[in-house]
């Protein structure tokens, strides 16, 4: 990854995200470097009591469904992500990041043992995992982090929150101690600097691109990164009837970054695709729409659909692909052919549903599939866009 043609795409490790890195060719998975942030798992937050024909469903308490997800993490999805990773992604190396798993008073001992568990599986079947770590982590985390490390020496990622830099001198001060700390060399460390959710163009963007290069010895890092997103956190400012196009204020932001001619080092881009930066784990038990966010070269075209009325979905996909302005065609992505499946699919699913052959949003897709389809799209372009740099 030692050139700027090169990918770090950060995924959510969810069913959406791990679909379209498995429909990845090879010579695409080679132009990337993904980066996948491991969740905890959801659960049925209802149970049912009582038997067949009177039959409850009761609410589960905040206890009962923390309890819950915490045995499913542990005793079940951390012996499925390692052969997940390998089925996506196969053994190229990938960055994992641990930051969001948590564990009320016991997240570090978590952490901790997620990391041993998984790592070492991983590597037993030909994974080439690279840790991520924070400078504020716990320092037991950094210790195991640097063990792994040297044991399979793939290195690790260094990531750098907005925060640390608000003061680039204590930053240094503090990047030399972590070093101490896990005594490894910056030709072992990709270094991310992490700005999350950006809005605008230039401003903060540009403020923290001039601190990021007042790192010291910033052409000793074996790769540097820079992350940020664009994505809002949810469709409200988008109208039904109307296609809404937002600007990808993370690209046009990095793209001027690169044009810069007095950069110490120039960055590796990375973005989160088509999900916000902030993860708020509430969100993954509340439907979303039946919307398109279709990836262009400067923004995201959004078809907004109704809740509820999954239909919606192929009325827009029908829309889009008869749109040549648009539609980059079906064999563009594998997210791509789907959608224009779908948009086949429109008439004969209002023919059939119309004459009662068929149950409301039978054969349109789920909430997963219609994700998984935007963010395949948004890879092959983004993948483009790089490859095509002057």
Known sequence: MSNLNHYVPILKWKRAEQSAL????????????????????????????GEKKNKKRIRKTDEEIFTEIIKKFKEKRVKEIPQEI??????????????????????????????????????????????????????????????????????????????DLANTKNLNKKIEVFLKEINLSKKNIDLLIDIKEIQENGGQYMQFVNASQKIEDLSEWRNFIFASGA????????????PTFLPRFDWQNWLSYTERKDLTRNPVFADYTIRNP???????????????????EKCW????????ESYHYLTNAKLLVEDTKYFDG???????????QKAKYYHQYIRDFNSGKIKKGKGTGRNTDWIAWGISHHLILVINQIANLP
Not at 132 to 158: F, H, P
């Open 231 to 242: 994505f809002p956190e949810n469709l409200s400012k988008c109208k039904l009837d109307e």
């Open 301 to 308: 075209l959004i078809m907004k659909g109704k809740m509820g």
């Open 278 to 296: 902030i993860f708020k784990e509430e969100l993954q038990y509340y439907q979303s729409t039946p919307s398109i966010k279709y990836t262009r």
């Open 86 to 163: 390998l089925q996506s992604w196969g053994t190229r190396p990938v960055f994992l990041d641990f930051t969001l798993l948590h564990e009320a008073q016991l997240t570090i001992q978590l952490k901790i043992n997620s990391l041993n568990e998984i790592i070492l599986t991983g590597m037993d079947i030909g994974l080439k995992i690279i840790p991520v770590i924070n400078l504020n982590d716990d320092s037991k985390i950094k210790e195991t982090v640097a063990s792994l490390s040297k044991k399979y020496n793939q290195g690790i990622c260094l990531r750098v929150a907005p925060s």
């Open 22 to 49: 498995q429909a990845l060719e090879d010579k695409e998975k080679n132009t990337m470097t993904p980066l996948i942030e491991l969740v905890m798992p959801t659960v049925s937050r209802d149970r049912t009591e």
């Open 330 to 340: 079906e064999a563009f992505s594998w997210g791509d052919k789907n959608i224009a």
